[in-house]
C-alpha cells in the first residue's frame, strides 16, 4: 500500500510563485513514475508534468517553462515549483506516485486571484 499527500497549495496572485510538496509512504520499494495532474471546477483531470526516477521530466505545454518538477528519491518526495501563475492554473492539483498502478493523493487547492 503506498499513501501519497500534497501540501502547499493556497492563494496566490498573478504571476505570483508557489511550491508544492508530495511526500509517498508506505510500501515504496519500486515507486517508478511520479507526477501532478490537476483539476478545474468544471473539467476533467488534466495532466501536468511527470518525473522519472532518473530525473527526466515531462510537462504539458500549459506550463512549459513556468512549471518545474523535481523529486528527493531519498525522501520519496516530488515538488512541483510554480511560478508566472495565471488565474487558469487555479485547480486541485493531485499528486501521484507510480507502483504497479497510480497512487492519488487527495489533491490541494491552488487559487491564482487577484
Known amino acids: 500500500q503506498v499513501q501519497v499527500v500534497e501540501s502547499g497549495g493556497g492563494l496566490v496572485q498573478p504571476g505570483g510563485s508557489l511550491t508544492l510538496s508530495c511526500a509517498a509512504s508506505?510500501?515504496?520499494?519500486?515507486?517508478?513514475?511520479m507526477g501532478w495532474f490537476r483539476q478545474a471546477p468544471g473539467k476533467e483531470r488534466e495532466w501536468v508534468a511527470t518525473?522519472?526516477?532518473?530525473?527526466?521530466?515531462t510537462y504539458a505545454d500549459a506550463v512549459k517553462g513556468r512549471f518545474t518538477i523535481s523529486r528527493d528519491n531519498a525522501k520519496n518526495t516530488v515538488y512541483l515549483q510554480m511560478s508566472s501563475l495565471k488565474p487558469e492554473d487555479t485547480a486541485v492539483y493531485y499528486c501521484?506516485?507510480?507502483?504497479?498502478?497510480?497512487?492519488w493523493g487527495q489533491g490541494t487547492q491552488v487559487t491564482v486571484s487577484s
Open positions: 501521484y506516485a507510480m507502483r504497479y498502478t497510480k497512487h
Open positions: 508506505g510500501t515504496i520499494f519500486s515507486i517508478g513514475t
Open positions: 518525473v522519472s526516477t532518473g530525473g527526466s521530466t
